[in-house]
């Protein structure tokens, strides 16, 4: 039985990789999830804002609109809140290299074009063996249409990939206005795959204080159907890789996400919750799985439940939504 996976051109072991996280910020950990059967790990992210603000590249915070308000700027964490400095970053970079036979993958996250896209170079000169691009942004003036906000992400993707000769994957959100269409924009802009999705991080109110409050709550299984949805969506059309993060706890959501069209399953939550040995119970369950199925390979079931055969996917969903609806009864 093979479970070998091809993913943004490098040969993986398995599907099952370790998304970005604090995990690769030790290279003893990072050699506890190698051991466990990672096939390749995603350093945390590093972001536009603290390469900027190391670089003195202040080019964000001059053009950005809401730092016409002094406070905009202690929005961000001060400097010595970020666990890794953009020179600790690619020094970890080479630890993890030295240390670990599985693929090294950096994350860069940002939106605009800028300094920072060229510390995409530095990482692949430190040795890391891939890259995830990681466009978060939440779009919150009014003023700004999409259209600009996408182009400004794409330019933003044509720079990195431009710069570098690794593979870069795009780590996408749900919240565009037409996620295939920009997703394929990404590819045809020279992406080698696509992760699916950002998570956005929701604060919640402080009702005594009158603030807002920043928390960190890791995904549940409920997450992964937004996932599997435009997985299975988006599997027919993109000629590169599909990256599946966000609500993956069990051996079935791995196999459904690679039903979907998955070529790698990222793992984050679920590690931090039961440690990297979860790993190897993750995939002796797919191996059973694929035995009782009788798959002697990932690639032979790899998108079969994706919306390739539907000839009106849009119809179909919108069926299911009624059909859905119209079963309630009280």
Not at 11 to 18: D, G
Not at 53 to 66: F, G, I, K
Not at 287 to 305: C, I, K, L, P, S
């Amino acid at each position: 039985m093979k479970l070998a996976t091809n993913y943004l051109g490098l040969t993986l072991s398995n599907p099952l990789v370790v998304g970005a996280s604090p995990f690769c910020d030790s290279t003893h950990m990072a050699r506890q999830l190698q051991d466990a059967g990672a096939a390749a790990i995603v350093m945390r992210s590093l972001f536009e804002e603290q390469i900027d603000a190391e670089q003195r590249a202040l080019r964000y915070h001059v053009e950005t609109p809401a730092e016409s308000y002094a406070e905009a700027t202690s929005y961000f964490p001060n400097y010595p809140e970020y666990q890794l400095a953009p020179d600790q970053y690619l020094r970890q970079i080479e630890h993890l290299k030295g240390a670990l036979n599985i693929p090294v993958i950096a994350s860069l996250n940002g939106i605009r074009p800028g300094g920072w896209t060229d510390h995409a170079r530095r990482c692949e000169a430190a040795g890391a063996d891939a890259i995830e691009l990681n466009l978060y942004h939440l779009a919150t003036d009014p003023t700004v249409d999409g259209d600009q906000i996408e182009a400004d992400m794409l330019e933003t993707v044509r720079i990195v990939i431009g710069s570098v000769r690794l593979p870069v994957a795009v780590k996408l959100s749900p919240f565009h206005t037409a996620p295939a269409q920009f997703a394929l924009a990404v590819e045809r802009a020279g992406a080698a795959g696509v992760v699916l999705f950002n998570r956005f991080y929701q604060p919640d109110f402080d009702i005594e204080e009158l603030e807002a409050q920043s928390q960190l709550k890791l995904s549940e299984p409920g997450e992964l159907l937004l996932r599997l949805r435009w997985l299975a969506i988006l599997s027919p059309h993109l000629r590169g890789s599909l990256g599946a993060t966000g609500g993956v706890h069990a051996v079935g959501d791995v196999v459904k996400a690679i039903l979907a069209g998955a070529h790698a399953v990222q793992l984050v939550s679920v590690l931090l919750k039961h440690g990297p040995r979860f790993l190897a119970s993750l995939l002796a369950g797919l191996q059973q799985w694929m035995t009782e199925h009788g798959y002697e390979n990932v690639d032979e079931f790899r998108g079969a439940m994706n919306l390739g055969r539907c000839p009106d996917p849009a119809a179909f969903e919108r069926a299911n939504y009624q059909r859905i609806l119209q079963s309630w009864r009280v």
